[in-house]
């Protein structure tokens, strides 16, 4: 019986079936939900966690291969250079049990920072990688993996892109292989490696990849569907898709394994085809790599390197199709995400935004904060950057700059990379002030519990990382904890500790709003009281309402009852609410 | 077993939180159970916050890639009166725009940078053939105010001509339990209106 599936819940299956002992990941779109699924099976048949950051996952999933289990370790692309230090080496100590490693990319940045392309990872630290075009092919590739990385002795990375991993297709399931836990045997020269050993390594590291090289067309991963002769396309994963349905007459050479390249398969496939074309999103990373092989192809000029390829995009360029033109969208007003009604973060952007400071911020809903009308916002890099940003400003501009700046972090982000930016800080004498928006949740990626929020992957109970403690015990001599929806006295706090000598912390903690079940009773406004003003709009809240003749109503159905516009009314007008 | 049909595209566009996810997967059980081939292609993370989303339902014989592109969708299921206008170029010609009359205003708008189309109904109207209905207060009759997703579910299948008791099968296998039986009602409400 086939079952609809996600592409990251097929991952998660073809993970179980390779009978993986322990998966770990940190959250992240669009990888998320393999480890939620992974979570659903059995605690006896996998150990699952959450850990704070992508190199500290690979680092646990690096020691349960050393202890002979299988391992899955799961990141979006972005996560892939949080992890890529102990990525590089585990190349060359190689693993006892099966070590995959799952990068998502987000070609079209449907969630990310930026649209960097995972397979150059796999070539520069010299991991095979396979890529999936869709979730029966997750469910395949993801057991292949578990073989190729023992029979190989190396990690092997799963490649997916957000158009697989979150779309369903239909998945055949398999049963569950159980494999013995080898005894442990101490291997210093496999896995210390110090120059003396990882030299020896890195001789391994070339030979094994000789070997798969001379072996790839037997892992039966490259499949040539020879057609209409006039063309051939080199495509993987997801362009794949586009290239069949844009394409129907043209032969294709579709690589499952997408690193090392079957470089035999590829000339005989161009000897075979009048045209050699490359259907490939982000960089030229097959053109490239079959151009320095001496075999003209092309593609690249033409697809770009931005966003998604799609159907007609493909037709268009490759198959002479008629130019239809970008999808023309009629003239209508945007619907950007927004924070939610009864949402913390907006009292925190309020103020800050109010107080005019520069906000250097970080990767989380709150980046949101940066959306009109709250502008609140001067800069987002990556995870954690926030608070090496703010000293970095302080120490270019100097200590009055400081004085009107603040780093603002996620409760998950700041034990994500936030804690090392805060020793920075107190040990290079700075006097940032760092909010942590604690809203007991990583929120963007769905509500994953974090070290801060008392709970693990599975929902169990877990121990507590006491924030105010760890950034006492860091030097901060100043930590104070503050409800941000008590807007006047969060603005003095702010105003106190900015203007203070050293470092501070400020934690503006209140649960995130979509944890509370029971909605409070909704307010209202009382049209009689209500000047028009207006004051009450500047937080942006959803549940605001203005029409035509500048006179405001709050939608019951979408009002948490939180009285942050309340408020902000300098006349009394609305009433209700739970505060 | 209901007849089979060539190919199948749906796109269901809504506010982030209406539930087109659910929608989403109950036309995919759909497509299990008549034994096509589907592809559903979702959206989460950031864009699930109060903005536009889109998903995308195909089967059929063979389906390749999970999305539809301008002009390709034979349905248009809209949650929302303006993410129907957004996403009708979506729809084929001759193609149907199953649509709730529900106005939620978008942030640009709440805040009078924007201003939200007039006579949205009429624009639609003109250019496609639309099934117009007011399904939140279907949905409350129902006694579920959230089921505004099956809700239009039910004028969807309506049109579809598949066996009524697939889709009741496939509400079954995909609401949650305690929701059922408003959902089921909503369901009714929808294909009967």
């Given at each position: 019986m086939k079952k609809l599936m996600l592409g990251n819940e097929a991952v998660a299956r073809g993970a179980y079936e390779a009978g993986?002992?322990?998966?770990?990941?940190?959250?992240?779109?669009?990888?998320?939900?393999?480890?939620e699924n992974m979570a659903k099976f059995s605690k006896e048949e996998v150990y699952c966690e959450?850990?704070?950051?992508?190199?500290?996952?690979?680092?646990?999933?690096?020691?349960?291969?050393?202890?002979?289990?299988?391992?899955?370790?799961?990141?979006?692309?972005?996560?892939?250079?949080?992890?890529?230090?102990?990525?590089?080496?585990?190349?060359?100590?190689?693993?006892?049990?099966?070590?995959?490693?799952?990068a998502a990319d987000d070609p079209g940045m449907h969630s990310s920072q930026n649209e960097q392309d995972s397979r150059f990872y796999a070539r520069s630290a010299h991991i095979p990688m396979l890529e999936p075009a869709d979730s029966a092919e997750c469910r395949e590739f993801t057991r292949r993996a578990f073989e190729i990385s023992e029979k190989y002795d190396t990690p092997v990375f799963l490649r997916l892109v957000t158009r697989i991993a979150h779309a369903r297709s239909l998945v055949e399931e398999g049963e569950r292989e159980e494999t013995a836990l080898p005894p442990y045997e101490k291997d210093a020269r496999k896995f210390v490696m110090m120059p003396g050993y990882a030299k020896g390594r890195h001789v391994a590291v070339e030979a094994r990849e000789k070997r798969l090289e001379a072996e790839i067309d037997s892992l039966g991963l490259n499949r040539v569907e020879m057609a209409d002769t006039k063309i051939g396309v080199v495509c993987s994963g997801s362009a794949y898709q586009y290239v069949k349905e844009a394409l129907p007459n043209a032969s294709v050479l579709k690589l499952g394994m997408v690193y090392p390249l079957p470089e035999a398969l590829i000339r005989d496939f161009a000897g075979k085809v009048e045209q050699l074309l490359v259907v490939e999103e982000l960089e030229p990373y097959f053109e490239d790599a079959i151009k320095a092989m001496g075999i003209p192809c092309s593609g690249k000029d033409k697809t770009g390197l931005q966003g998604e390829l799609f159907v007609r995009k493909v037709g268009r360029l490759f198959g002479g199709e008629e130019d239809a033109g970008p999808m023309e969208t009629p003239e209508v007003p945007q619907r950007p995400p927004v924070l939610c009604p009864g949402c913390p973060h907006r009292a925190v952007f309020y103020v800050l935004k109010k107080m005019n400071l520069t906000v250097?911020?970080?990767?989380?809903?709150?980046?949101?904060?940066?959306?009109?009308?709250?502008?609140?916002?001067?800069?987002?890099?990556?995870?954690?950057?926030?608070?090496?940003?703010?000293?970095?400003?302080?120490?270019?501009?100097?200590?009055?700059?400081?004085?009107?700046?603040?780093?603002?972090?996620?409760?998950?982000?700041f034990v994500h990379s936030g804690i090392t930016g805060l020793v920075d800080v107190v040990y290079n004498q700075g006097n940032s002030t760092v909010i942590i928006v604690d809203n007991s949740t990583t929120g963007?990626?769905?509500h994953q519990p974090n070290p801060t929020t008392g709970q693990n992957v599975r929902g169990e109970i877990a121990p507590q990382l006491d924030v105010v403690k760890l950034c006492q015990a860091i030097g901060v001599p100043s930590v104070r904890v503050v409800d941000p929806f008590d807007m006047k006295l969060f603005e003095q706090v702010l105003r106190e500790e900015c203007g203070k000598d050293g470092p501070s912390v400020v934690i503006a903690r209140r649960p995130c709003a979509l944890l509370i079940k029971k909605k409070g009773e909704p307010c209202t406004i009382d049209a009689e009281v209500c000047r028009r003003c207006g004051m009450c709009l500047r937080i942006g809240c959803p549940a605001l309402v203005k029409a035509g003749d500048g006179s405001v109503s709050i939608d019951a159905s979408l009002c948490t009852g939180c009285g942050l516009c309340k408020e902000m009314c300098n006349f009394g007008a609305i009433k209700g609410g739970e505060r | 077993?209901?007849?089979?049909?060539?190919?199948?595209?749906?796109?269901?566009?809504?506010?982030?939180?209406?539930?087109?996810?659910?929608?989403?997967?109950?036309?995919?059980?759909?497509?299990?159970?008549?034994?096509?081939?589907?592809?559903?292609?979702?959206?989460?993370?950031?864009?699930?916050?109060?903005?536009?989303?889109?998903?995308?339902?195909?089967?059929?014989?063979?389906v390749y890639s999970p999305m539809i592109e301008q002009k390709g969708a034979d349905y248009v299921l809209a949650f929302e009166e303006l993410e129907a206008l957004r996403d009708l170029p979506y729809l084929k010609d001759g193609g149907t725009l199953v649509v709730n009359t529900q106005h939620i205003l978008p942030l640009p708008v709440i805040i009078g940078a924007a201003k939200y189309p007039e006579n949205i109904l009429e624009t639609l109207r003109a250019r496609a053939?639309?099934?117009?209905?007011?399904?939140?207060?279907?949905?409350?009759?129902?006694?579920?105010?959230?089921?505004?997703?099956?809700?239009?579910?039910?004028?969807?299948?309506?049109?579809?001509?598949?066996?009524?008791?697939?889709?009741?099968?496939?509400?079954?296998?995909?609401?949650?339990?305690?929701?059922?039986e408003s959902n089921l009602l909503a369901f009714e409400s929808g294909y009967n209106a």
């Open positions: 993986v002992r322990v998966a770990v990941a940190y959250p992240g779109t669009p990888s998320t939900e393999i480890t959450w850990a704070p950051n992508e190199k500290v996952a690979l680092e646990v999933a690096i020691g349960a291969s050393m202890g002979g289990a299988r391992a899955l370790c799961c990141m979006k692309h972005v996560g892939v250079n949080v992890a890529a230090d102990p990525l590089f080496t585990a190349a060359y100590t190689g693993v006892r049990g099966g070590l995959v490693v799952v250097a911020a970080d990767i989380g809903c709150y980046t949101l904060g940066a959306m009109p009308p709250l502008n609140a916002v001067d800069s987002v890099v990556c995870m954690g950057a926030s608070i090496g940003m703010a000293l970095g400003l302080e120490k270019a501009r100097g200590r009055d700059f400081a004085k009107h700046t603040v780093a603002v972090i996620g409760d998950s982000t963007m990626t769905g | 077993m209901a007849e089979k049909i060539k190919d199948l595209n749906i796109v269901i566009c809504g506010v982030g939180g209406q539930g087109t996810l659910l929608a989403s997967r109950i036309l995919g059980h759909m497509a299990l159970s008549l034994g096509h081939d589907v592809k559903v292609s979702e959206v989460h993370g950031m864009s699930q916050r109060g903005g536009s989303v889109i998903t995308y339902v195909r089967m059929g014989e063979k053939d639309v099934v117009a209905l007011d399904a939140l207060p279907m949905a409350e009759a129902a006694g579920n105010a959230r089921a505004v997703n099956v809700v239009l579910l039910g004028a969807l299948a309506r049109r579809l001509h598949f066996d009524k008791a697939l889709w009741l099968d496939a509400l079954r296998a995909c609401v949650p339990a305690r929701f059922l």
